[in-house]
C-alpha cells in the first residue's frame, strides 16, 4: 500500500449513481415472472405477436368439454345396462331405464352445452 492512501470500501457511493441494491437481473425477472403469473399478467412483450387466438383457443376448449360430456354420456348409458343386465331385470325394463338414463344424460348435456350460449345472447353479449 503506498503511504497515505485509504482503503474504499465496496458498498461506496457515488452521487451520480448511488448504491447499487445487491439483487441480480436474474433475480428481478424470476420476481417480476412469479408476481405477473400470480396475477395473471403476461410476461411477455405486450407489443409480441400473439401466438393462439384467444377465439381458436375458446373453440378448441368447448370442442374438447363437448367430446368430454359425450363420452360421459355414453359411460353412463352403458353402466345403466350393465347394471340392469348384472340386476337380472327383464329386457323390457333394461330398455326402459337405458332410454330414460339417456334422455336425463342428453337433457343434462344440452343445459351444460347450450346453457352459457344462451345465457350470452339473452344479455345481449356475443356468442
Given at each position: 500500500?503506498?503511504?497515505?492512501a485509504?482503503?474504499?470500501?465496496?458498498?461506496?457511493t457515488?452521487?451520480?449513481t448511488g448504491?447499487v441494491?445487491g439483487?441480480s437481473?436474474?433475480?428481478a425477472?424470476?420476481a417480476?415472472w412469479?408476481?405477473?403469473?400470480?396475477h395473471?399478467?403476461?410476461?411477455?412483450?405486450?407489443?409480441?405477436?400473439?401466438?393462439r387466438?384467444?377465439?381458436?383457443?375458446?373453440l378448441?376448449?368447448?370442442?374438447?368439454?363437448?367430446?368430454?360430456?359425450?363420452?360421459?354420456?355414453?359411460?353412463?348409458?352403458?353402466?345403466?345396462v350393465?347394471?340392469?343386465?348384472?340386476?337380472?331385470?327383464?329386457?323390457?325394463?333394461?330398455?326402459?331405464?337405458?332410454?330414460?338414463?339417456?334422455?336425463?344424460?342428453a337433457?343434462?348435456?344440452?343445459?351444460?352445452?347450450?346453457?352459457?350460449?344462451?345465457r350470452?345472447?339473452?344479455?345481449g353479449?356475443?356468442?
Amino acid at each position: 500500500m503506498i503511504a497515505g492512501a485509504t482503503t474504499v470500501a465496496l458498498d461506496a457511493t457515488t452521487p451520480s449513481t448511488g448504491r447499487v441494491s445487491g439483487h441480480s437481473v436474474t433475480v428481478a425477472r424470476r420476481a417480476w415472472w412469479f408476481a405477473s403469473s400470480w396475477h395473471g399478467l403476461s410476461t411477455g412483450s405486450p407489443h409480441a405477436k400473439q401466438t393462439r387466438s384467444p377465439i381458436v383457443h375458446t373453440l378448441v376448449k368447448a370442442v374438447f368439454r363437448l367430446i368430454q360430456r359425450v363420452f360421459i354420456a355414453e359411460a353412463t348409458l352403458w353402466l345403466t345396462v350393465a347394471l340392469c343386465a348384472l340386476a337380472g331385470f327383464p329386457a323390457i325394463v333394461t330398455a326402459f331405464f337405458a332410454a330414460l338414463v339417456e334422455l336425463l344424460v342428453a337433457l343434462w348435456l344440452a343445459a351444460r352445452t347450450l346453457g352459457p350460449l344462451c345465457r350470452k345472447l339473452w344479455i345481449g353479449g356475443r356468442a
